[in-house]
Nanobody, 121 residues
Framework: QVQLVESGGGLVQAGGSLRLSCAAS????????MEWYRQVPGKQRELVAS???????AYADSVKGRFSISRDNAKNTVALQMNSLTPQDTARYFC???????????????WGQGTQVTVSS
């Protein structure tokens, strides 16, 4: 089994910062993408930031210049540093990994349970 566990959410004032962490564990052969999504009740989950195993990163336009994704391939972890937070960043943040459990299997998406980020004005 593969598990992704997020941590680091909480309540912060507008303009503040938070750092989210996600650790993948279990039967893992390789991880290609590690990504952060967020979701507000009643809306679709949206991609916030993405990181490949080679170190390439991409960001949603709404967070460019404020959020930074970083990854430790040796530890199977990914972090999201969030700066200059606004109330519009309030959401539940989810970590997703595109993972192979062994070299013969196809890539599979695994999700964490999410961590709540609330930004007060």
């Amino acid at each position: 089994q593969v598990q992704l566990v997020e941590s680091g959410g909480g309540l912060v004032q507008a303009g503040g910062s938070l750092r989210l962490s996600c650790a993948a564990s279990g039967s893992i052969f390789s991880i290609q993408y590690m990504e952060w999504y967020r979701q507000v009740p009643g809306k679709q989950r949206e991609l916030v930031a993405s990181s490949t195993s080679e170190g390439f990163t991409a960001y949603a336009d709404s967070v460019k210049g404020r959020f930074s994704i970083s990854r430790d391939n040796a530890k199977n972890t990914v972090a999201l540093q969030m700066n200059s937070l606004t109330p519009q960043d309030t959401a539940r943040y989810f970590c997703k990994g595109q993972i192979k459990r062994n070299k013969w299997e196809a890539w599979e998406d695994f999700w964490g349970q999410g961590t709540q980020v609330t930004v007060s004005s």
